[in-house]
């Protein structure tokens, strides 16, 4: 996906204080880790900032990264991390707005026809609890390995196997449950 | 909808997201860079050790040249604490010290001091009256031969009415009523003479 030789001169680089070299990587990296934190909070002005926080941070402690390693791994283990503060910072002090994807992104229709199946799949993700939520989105949007999702968490790698297995059952019984047709109220 | 699509259904869900938000991170490399402008990295001090041995960089120069000068600091005060604490029992073998005629030691004062109007010596052996040093030749060096007898002597310089204590030449110092001496010993004496 990216050239890893280049990356590990643009590290190397950023190690030095070349900022221009860690815009690279921001370039490079800015979607996942956006997506990383959208799937994981189901919030988006949240998921924006601590993208940012992310890079900040990664930035700030690049000599703890190894450069043997997969730099994506650690970036999204320092992402992953700031997730999992904000989502107990939540629990004290919620959203007061309801989840931004009960209304369907962009699209001003409340409707969600029975077809949108992508509406349908958010809604449930929405609903499911975050120790499943996480591994999910680091398999289907991060495309992680088993391992890499292990190292990312800080779990057993059979824990998390387990965990996107029963994540994947909950989501399908959600779905069921309400059946493919949602109606969202104003 | 088809429950055994999940896989591609959560993947694509999830790509579309990030699709319709993709403006949030639009101009986020300069946000970031514009944050972190002018500043480096911390360091782990492993990473500083590693950086000291790698080959020499412009950068580095600062570095290498604070550890001279640390080194240099600690090779000073070793020399001065080790003349403190073990003062030299062969003060007979330097050439600033001759034996006189009359068993006493002519024993040479020098204090560089170019610019200055007066330079004198005071310790134990004059009574802490001053001793006026000379600078015959206008170099600058003032100087001061005086008989003394094999012993201990405590002294210091006053150069223009300031009190100068540290005499390079010394075999010691001591610090007393918040002021540095200078100790010299004169012929077969021990340090406690």
Not at chain 2, 13 to 32: D, F, G, M, S, W
Request: proline share 4%.
């Amino acid at each position: 996906m990216y050239h890893v030789q280049d990356e590990v001169s643009l590290l190397r680089a950023s190690l030095a204080g070349e900022t221009d070299a860690w815009g690279e990587i921001v370039v490079r990296y800015k979607e996942a880790v956006f997506g990383l934190c959208l799937g994981f909070l189901r919030n988006r002005a949240d998921a924006e900032d601590l993208t940012h926080d992310a890079f900040i941070r990664a930035y700030t402690n690049l000599h703890r990264y190894k450069l043997e390693k997969k730099f994506s791994t650690w970036l999204f283990t320092v992402a992953s991390n700031l997730c999992r503060n904000r989502l107990r910072y939540r629990r004290y002090h919620p959203v007061i707005a309801p989840p931004d994807y009960v209304k369907g992104g962009n699209d001003p229709a409340h409707i969600v026809a029975a077809e949108d199946r992508n509406s349908a799949v958010r809604q449930a993700i929405d609903r499911l609890p975050v120790s499943y939520r996480a591994p999910l989105v680091l398999r289907y949007y991060n495309e992680l390995s088993y391992k890499e999702i292990a190292e990312v968490l800080s779990l057993p790698e059979g824990t998390i196997k387990t965990r996107i297995h029963r994540g994947k059952l909950l989501l399908k019984k959600d779905m069921e449950k309400d059946g493919v047709v949602y109606y969202e109220s104003g | 909808m088809r429950v055994d699509n999940l896989d591609q259904a959560l993947s694509e869900t999830l790509h579309q997201e990030v699709q319709e938000e993709a403006y949030r991170i639009e101009q986020l490399e300069e946000r970031v860079v514009s944050e972190i402008e002018g500043r480096v990295p911390r360091r782990g001090i492993g990473d500083v050790f590693r950086r000291m041995l790698a080959p020499s960089r412009g950068a580095r120069i600062g570095q290498l040249a604070t550890v001279g000068l640390t080194a240099i600091i600690f090779l000073t005060l070793g020399v001065f604490l080790s003349g403190k604490i073990f003062p030299s029992h062969h003060a007979e073998l330097t050439p600033i010290v001759s034996a006189a005629a009359n068993g006493e030691n002519q024993v040479l004062f020098v204090m560089p001091a170019p610019g200055a109007h007066s330079v004198s010596v005071v310790g134990n052996f004059n009574g802490w009256e001053a001793t006026p040093l000379t600078d015959k030749n206008g170099d600058g060096i003032w100087t001061a031969s005086i008989p003394l007898p094999d012993g201990r002597y405590e002294y210091a310089f006053v150069v223009d009415g300031k009190w100068w204590g540290q005499d390079p030449l010394a075999d010691g110092y001591v610090h007393s009523f918040g002021e540095y001496n200078s100790v010299r010993y004169v012929g077969q004496v021990g340090g406690g003479a």
